[in-house]
């Protein structure tokens, strides 16, 4: 049930290794979740005279997408959700305003391609929790909708910490947000 993790043991300036698994449960034969992985990000926006002064970071982006009720949600944050957080006009200088402001776009965008405008429905109603984790040069972002998580691990692997916290319909906290 589980299919093989991604991971390297490259080093990449600050990040020394990293793994990702996904899990496809025992009630599909095929996995709904994507992942998406990009160490050493280049600037899309170099053709951009405006930004041609700002220092374009060393930056690393892993994504975790858990896909329900199929994948095409999933797979749709894998493949923009990164550039809608890179090309935002406040990337890289206000990394959060960027990560929040992405995900609007992002999902505005992947609500309109699943519109078909002619019969005013939706052709897909699948969905995804999503994880980041964005690295700028010497600081960490994380951004968790949904009930994933992400881990940090040192002392050569012996010893690790939760860097989120899941995001559960029956846990308390989430349950006060809802009031």
Partial sequence: MYQDAKHSSNS????????????????????????????????????????????????SYFGIFDGHAGNKCSEYLKNNLHNCIF???????????????????????????IHNKTHNE???????????ILIIDEMCYIANL????????YDTGSKFFQLSRDHKPNDPKEKKKNI
């Fill in 122 to 132: 939706y052709y897909d109603y699948s969905g995804s929790c999503a994880i980041i």
């Fill in 87 to 113: 090309n935002c006009n406040s990337f890289p200088n206000s990394p959060i305003k960027s990560i929040e402001k992405g995900f609007k776009i992002c999902e505005n965008n992947y609500i309109k391609s």
């Fill in 146 to 153: 949904g009930d994933s998580r992400a881990l940090y691990s």
């Fill in 12 to 59: 990449f300036d600050l990040i020394i290794s990293y793994g990702v698994n996904t899990y496809r449960g025992i009630f599909r034969n095929y996995n709904e979740d994507r992942v998406a992985i990009i160490v050493n990000a280049k600037n899309p926006k170099k053709n951009n005279i405006l930004n041609e002064n700002i220092r374009w970071p060393n930056i």
